[in-house]
């Protein structure tokens, strides 16, 4: 079991940036890759990025490819997805998971809350 909590999230102006954490519980958090997601209101649920167990690889959606970046520290238990350059089509809530590694969110057995994110025009 896995219980995850982001946070970071907040309103930024066009071109900012933000980072989010995702902390994560228990003592088998290096055993999980993890994904962030992402749902704009009236939008499905869509990828933003995922890395590996040890943090060797990452895959991020286009649309965020360039400008953000994940990471994790497996001795804190975290996830990070740091955006730079965000745009009003970035504002969302945002989603860690875990257990999964593809790009659809019923591969991962474990989710967040959410963190808000908003981007002023």
């Known amino acids: 079991q896995v219980q995850l909590v982001e946070s970071g999230g907040g309103l930024v102006q066009t071109g900012g940036s933000l980072r989010l954490s995702c902390a994560a519980s228990?003592?088998?958090?290096?055993?999980?890759?993890m994904g962030w997601f992402r749902q704009a209101p009236g939008k499905e649920r869509e990828f933003v990025a995922n890395?590996?167990?040890?943090?060797?690889?990452?895959y991020y959606a286009d649309s965020v490819t360039g400008r953000f970046t994940m990471s994790r520290d497996n001795a804190k238990n975290t996830v990070y997805l740091q955006m730079n350059s965000l745009k009003p089509e970035d504002a969302a809530v945002y989603y860690c998971?875990?257990?999964?590694?593809?790009?659809?969110?019923?591969?991962?057995?474990?989710w967040g809350q959410g963190t808000q994110v908003t981007v002023s025009s």
């Open positions: 998971a875990a257990g999964g590694v593809g790009v659809r969110g019923y591969e991962y057995n474990y």
């Open positions: 228990g003592r088998t958090f290096s055993r999980y890759a």
């Open positions: 890395i590996s167990r040890s943090g060797g690889r990452t």
